[in-house]
Protein backbone atom coordinates (compact mmCIF):
# COMPACT_ATOMS: atom_id res chain seq x y z
CA UNK A 1 0.00 0.00 0.00
CA UNK A 2 1.38 3.23 -1.45
CA UNK A 3 1.08 5.94 1.22
CA UNK A 4 1.75 10.19 1.16
CA UNK A 5 1.97 11.37 4.65
CA UNK A 6 1.10 14.81 5.32
CA UNK A 7 0.34 17.27 8.77
CA UNK A 8 -3.53 18.05 8.53
CA UNK A 9 -2.88 21.20 10.05
CA UNK A 10 -4.28 23.72 10.31
CA UNK A 11 -0.90 25.39 9.98
CA UNK A 12 -1.21 29.10 11.33
CA UNK A 13 1.86 31.36 9.73
CA UNK A 14 1.63 35.38 9.90
CA UNK A 15 1.16 37.64 6.61
CA UNK A 16 4.73 37.85 5.42
CA UNK A 17 6.81 34.75 6.80
CA UNK A 18 7.85 31.29 5.33
CA UNK A 19 4.95 29.01 4.91
CA UNK A 20 7.22 25.55 5.61
CA UNK A 21 4.53 22.36 4.36
CA UNK A 22 5.94 18.61 4.41
CA UNK A 23 5.18 15.38 3.12
CA UNK A 24 6.74 12.21 2.93
CA UNK A 25 6.38 9.22 1.27
CA UNK A 26 6.34 5.13 1.36
CA UNK A 27 7.36 4.19 -2.00
CA UNK A 28 10.97 3.94 -2.46
CA UNK A 29 10.78 3.86 -6.60
CA UNK A 30 8.19 7.23 -6.53
CA UNK A 31 9.55 8.83 -9.94
CA UNK A 32 7.48 12.25 -9.67
CA UNK A 33 5.54 14.63 -6.79
CA UNK A 34 3.09 17.22 -7.23
CA UNK A 35 2.08 20.19 -4.93
CA UNK A 36 -1.87 21.07 -5.78
CA UNK A 37 -3.38 24.09 -4.03
CA UNK A 38 -6.95 23.70 -3.18
CA UNK A 39 -9.11 26.39 -1.99
CA UNK A 40 -12.41 25.28 -0.13
CA UNK A 41 -15.13 24.25 -1.63
CA UNK A 42 -13.25 24.25 -5.56
CA UNK A 43 -10.79 22.09 -6.67
CA UNK A 44 -7.28 21.01 -6.92
CA UNK A 45 -4.95 23.25 -9.02
CA UNK A 46 -1.36 22.24 -9.57
CA UNK A 47 0.87 24.62 -8.04
CA UNK A 48 4.81 22.93 -8.30
CA UNK A 49 6.13 19.43 -9.44
CA UNK A 50 9.45 18.07 -9.21
CA UNK A 51 11.34 15.34 -10.23
CA UNK A 52 15.14 15.24 -9.32
CA UNK A 53 16.57 15.48 -5.86
CA UNK A 54 17.14 19.30 -4.68
CA UNK A 55 15.20 22.65 -5.16
CA UNK A 56 13.35 24.06 -7.58
CA UNK A 57 12.03 27.43 -7.57
CA UNK A 58 8.83 29.23 -9.19
CA UNK A 59 7.82 32.68 -8.01
CA UNK A 60 7.48 32.90 -3.87
CA UNK A 61 7.19 28.78 -4.75
CA UNK A 62 9.92 26.32 -3.60
CA UNK A 63 9.89 22.50 -3.57
CA UNK A 64 12.54 20.71 -2.03
CA UNK A 65 12.89 16.92 -2.65
CA UNK A 66 14.84 14.33 -0.79
CA UNK A 67 14.52 11.06 -2.27
CA UNK A 68 16.78 9.09 0.73
CA UNK A 69 14.79 10.43 2.97
CA UNK A 70 11.92 10.02 0.87
CA UNK A 71 10.29 13.63 1.97
CA UNK A 72 9.50 16.28 -0.41
CA UNK A 73 8.41 20.06 1.31
CA UNK A 74 6.99 22.82 -0.37
CA UNK A 75 8.05 26.19 0.91
CA UNK A 76 6.08 29.43 0.72
CA UNK A 77 7.63 32.83 0.94
CA UNK A 78 6.39 36.09 1.53
CA UNK A 79 3.26 34.35 2.62
CA UNK A 80 -0.27 36.02 1.90
CA UNK A 81 -3.89 35.48 2.74
CA UNK A 82 -4.48 34.40 -0.65
CA UNK A 83 -2.20 31.76 0.09
CA UNK A 84 -4.65 30.45 2.47
CA UNK A 85 -5.74 26.58 1.43
CA UNK A 86 -5.64 23.54 1.52
CA UNK A 87 -2.53 22.21 -0.29
CA UNK A 88 -2.27 18.19 -1.16
CA UNK A 89 1.15 16.79 -1.83
CA UNK A 90 0.72 13.52 -4.83
CA UNK A 91 3.44 11.29 -5.66
CA UNK A 92 3.23 9.19 -9.06
CA UNK A 93 5.45 5.67 -8.96
CA UNK A 94 4.52 4.65 -12.13
CA UNK A 95 2.96 1.49 -13.18
CA UNK A 96 -0.07 2.77 -14.93
CA UNK A 97 -3.02 5.32 -14.50
CA UNK A 98 -3.55 4.39 -10.76
CA UNK A 99 0.22 5.10 -9.80
CA UNK A 100 -0.57 8.96 -7.95
CA UNK A 101 -1.72 8.89 -4.68
CA UNK A 102 -2.48 11.94 -3.12
CA UNK A 103 -1.96 12.61 1.02
CA UNK A 104 -4.95 14.19 2.98
CA UNK A 105 -3.53 17.45 2.85
CA UNK A 106 -1.99 20.29 5.23
CA UNK A 107 -4.56 23.05 5.80
CA UNK A 108 -2.57 26.12 5.65
CA UNK A 109 -4.01 29.76 7.16
CA UNK A 110 -1.93 33.14 6.56
CA UNK A 111 -3.23 35.25 9.08
CA UNK A 112 -2.95 39.02 8.33
CA UNK B 1 -11.25 26.36 -24.46
CA UNK B 2 -13.42 25.40 -21.16
CA UNK B 3 -11.15 22.69 -19.96
CA UNK B 4 -12.80 19.73 -17.92
CA UNK B 5 -16.17 20.10 -17.02
CA UNK B 6 -18.56 18.13 -14.88
CA UNK B 7 -22.58 18.59 -14.10
CA UNK B 8 -24.58 18.84 -11.87
CA UNK B 9 -22.46 20.98 -9.33
CA UNK B 10 -24.66 19.87 -6.93
CA UNK B 11 -27.30 16.88 -5.95
CA UNK B 12 -29.71 15.20 -3.50
CA UNK B 13 -30.06 11.33 -3.85
CA UNK B 14 -32.06 9.51 -1.82
CA UNK B 15 -30.95 6.13 -0.46
CA UNK B 16 -30.94 3.59 -3.40
CA UNK B 17 -32.19 5.91 -6.43
CA UNK B 18 -29.28 6.12 -9.58
CA UNK B 19 -27.63 9.00 -11.15
CA UNK B 20 -25.17 9.95 -13.88
CA UNK B 21 -22.40 12.44 -13.30
CA UNK B 22 -21.31 14.11 -16.37
CA UNK B 23 -17.64 14.73 -17.47
CA UNK B 24 -16.77 16.41 -20.60
CA UNK B 25 -13.23 17.58 -21.52
CA UNK B 26 -12.31 19.49 -24.76
CA UNK B 27 -8.44 19.20 -24.60
CA UNK B 28 -8.40 16.07 -26.47
CA UNK B 29 -6.62 13.94 -23.12
CA UNK B 30 -6.26 10.20 -23.57
CA UNK B 31 -6.82 9.75 -20.10
CA UNK B 32 -9.23 10.56 -17.58
CA UNK B 33 -10.15 10.17 -13.65
CA UNK B 34 -12.97 9.89 -11.82
CA UNK B 35 -12.09 10.55 -8.15
CA UNK B 36 -13.52 11.20 -4.27
CA UNK B 37 -13.03 13.22 -1.88
CA UNK B 38 -14.42 12.51 1.56
CA UNK B 39 -13.79 15.73 4.11
CA UNK B 40 -10.63 15.87 5.59
CA UNK B 41 -9.31 13.49 3.29
CA UNK B 42 -6.80 13.28 -0.31
CA UNK B 43 -8.20 11.98 -3.50
CA UNK B 44 -9.21 8.68 -4.02
CA UNK B 45 -9.53 6.92 -7.56
CA UNK B 46 -12.53 5.47 -8.56
CA UNK B 47 -12.11 4.71 -11.94
CA UNK B 48 -9.84 5.52 -14.97
CA UNK B 49 -9.61 5.50 -18.78
CA UNK B 50 -6.63 5.21 -21.27
CA UNK B 51 -8.80 5.65 -24.12
CA UNK B 52 -12.25 5.59 -25.68
CA UNK B 53 -13.72 1.92 -24.80
CA UNK B 54 -10.86 1.20 -21.90
CA UNK B 55 -11.18 1.73 -18.71
CA UNK B 56 -10.38 0.08 -15.46
CA UNK B 57 -10.58 0.30 -11.75
CA UNK B 58 -8.67 2.32 -9.06
CA UNK B 59 -8.75 2.24 -5.17
CA UNK B 60 -12.46 2.18 -4.55
CA UNK B 61 -14.54 1.56 -7.32
CA UNK B 62 -17.34 -0.33 -5.66
CA UNK B 63 -20.80 0.64 -6.21
CA UNK B 64 -20.04 2.35 -9.58
CA UNK B 65 -19.61 2.12 -12.93
CA UNK B 66 -18.18 4.15 -16.30
CA UNK B 67 -18.36 4.11 -19.91
CA UNK B 68 -16.16 5.69 -21.90
CA UNK B 69 -17.19 6.06 -25.76
CA UNK B 70 -15.65 8.90 -26.90
CA UNK B 71 -12.33 10.60 -26.22
CA UNK B 72 -14.45 13.73 -24.60
CA UNK B 73 -16.77 11.95 -22.31
CA UNK B 74 -16.72 10.09 -19.22
CA UNK B 75 -19.85 9.33 -16.87
CA UNK B 76 -19.26 7.95 -13.88
CA UNK B 77 -23.00 5.65 -12.73
CA UNK B 78 -24.13 5.10 -9.18
CA UNK B 79 -26.27 2.22 -8.75
CA UNK B 80 -28.25 1.82 -5.64
CA UNK B 81 -27.06 4.89 -3.73
CA UNK B 82 -25.63 4.45 -0.58
CA UNK B 83 -25.00 7.58 2.43
CA UNK B 84 -21.40 6.21 2.32
CA UNK B 85 -21.09 7.75 -1.31
CA UNK B 86 -21.91 10.99 0.07
CA UNK B 87 -18.66 12.87 -1.37
CA UNK B 88 -17.35 15.53 -3.69
CA UNK B 89 -16.78 14.07 -6.72
CA UNK B 90 -13.70 15.46 -9.03
CA UNK B 91 -13.15 13.95 -12.57
CA UNK B 92 -10.04 14.57 -14.16
CA UNK B 93 -7.84 14.34 -17.07
CA UNK B 94 -4.77 14.36 -18.92
CA UNK B 95 -2.79 13.80 -22.00
CA UNK B 96 -0.78 10.88 -21.17
CA UNK B 97 1.40 8.99 -18.37
CA UNK B 98 4.36 10.39 -18.98
CA UNK B 99 5.28 11.59 -15.53
CA UNK B 100 5.85 15.28 -16.61
CA UNK B 101 2.08 15.34 -17.52
CA UNK B 102 -0.13 16.60 -14.81
CA UNK B 103 -3.96 16.57 -14.31
CA UNK B 104 -6.66 18.67 -14.87
CA UNK B 105 -9.07 18.72 -12.70
CA UNK B 106 -13.09 19.63 -13.23
CA UNK B 107 -14.95 21.62 -10.30
CA UNK B 108 -16.41 19.31 -8.75
CA UNK B 109 -19.83 17.54 -8.04
CA UNK B 110 -21.07 17.58 -4.88
CA UNK B 111 -23.36 14.55 -3.65
CA UNK B 112 -25.25 13.95 -0.84
CA UNK B 113 -27.29 10.90 0.13
CA UNK B 114 -29.89 10.90 2.17
Known amino acids: QKEVEQNSGPLSVPEGAIASLNCTYS??????FFWYRQYSGKSPELIMS????GDKEDGRFTAQLNKASQYVSLLIRDSQPSDSATYLCAVYSGGGADGLTFGKGTHLIIQP | NAGVTQTPKFRILKIGQSMTLQCTQD?????MYWYRQDPGMGLKLIYY???????DKGEVPNGYNVSRSTTEDFPLRLELAAPSQTSVYFC?????????????FGPGTRLLVL
Open chain 2, 27 to 31: MNHNY
Open chain 2, 49 to 55: SVGAGIT
Open chain 1, 50 to 53: IYSN
Open chain 1, 27 to 32: DRVSQS
Open chain 2, 92 to 104: ASSYSLDRWETQY
